[in-house]
């Protein structure tokens, strides 16, 4: 990713970078065939600072503006 520093905000232990996208690079092979970035097959990273851990995502939870319609009438 491409970004752009937006501000800089310190606290007390860190320094917090805010950032906005510019740009998103992606192999071709990772595109699905709409060119979209197929996320199963990137698994991209995720930090998650209170517990400093690392976390893959990729796996599809559902879809948008479907997937809670079984419970629309329950």
């Known amino acids: 990713m491409e970004c752009e520093l ?3 905000y ?3 232990d860190y320094e917090n970078f805010i950032l906005k996208v510019v740009h ?9 065939e709409n060119e979209n970035i197929n996320y ?3 698994r ?9 851990t690392y976390l893959r ?3 599809v939870a559902g879809k948008c503006w479907s997937a ?7």
């Open 6 to 8: 937006v501000d800089i």
């Open 10 to 12: 310190d606290t007390k």
């Open 24 to 32: 998103t690079h992606v192999e071709e092979d990772k595109l699905d």
């Open 40 to 42: 199963e097959k990137v």
């Open 44 to 52: 991209p990273l995720l930090f998650e600072m209170p517990t400093r």
């Open 57 to 59: 995502t990729g796996d």
């Open 68 to 74: 809670g319609k079984e419970y629309k009438n329950s």
